[in-house]
């Protein structure tokens, strides 16, 4: 029995695990100093967020640079969102 539940727990969350992926979003923001950073949530907001983070993290804010979200694509939807021109 505790070898059922065991197998069940591994496999309800590899099924948890992959349906995630697979409807998060991943957004990338760039600077002009080349810092950049990558976020990946299942929101799209969200994604967006952590990227900035990240970006900023990496110094992507430093006098004279800025960093922006350049691209938004979601696994699910199949949204994407392309740079800004």
């Known amino acids: 029995m505790n070898r059922v539940l065991a197998v069940t727990t ?10 995630t992926s697979a409807w998060a979003f991943r ?11 990558w976020g990946s949530a299942i929101t799209m907001q969200s994604a967006q967020r952590f990227a900035m983070e990240r970006c900023i993290g990496a110094g992507g804010n430093r ?6 979200i350049v691209f938004c694509h979601g696994g699910g939807e199949g949204f994407a969102m392309p740079p800004p021109h």
């Open 27 to 37: 957004c990338e923001a760039k600077s002009s100093n080349g810092a950049r950073g």
């Open 63 to 68: 006098p004279g640079h800025f960093c922006r």
């Open 10 to 19: 591994v496999g309800l969350a590899l099924v948890i695990g992959a349906s």
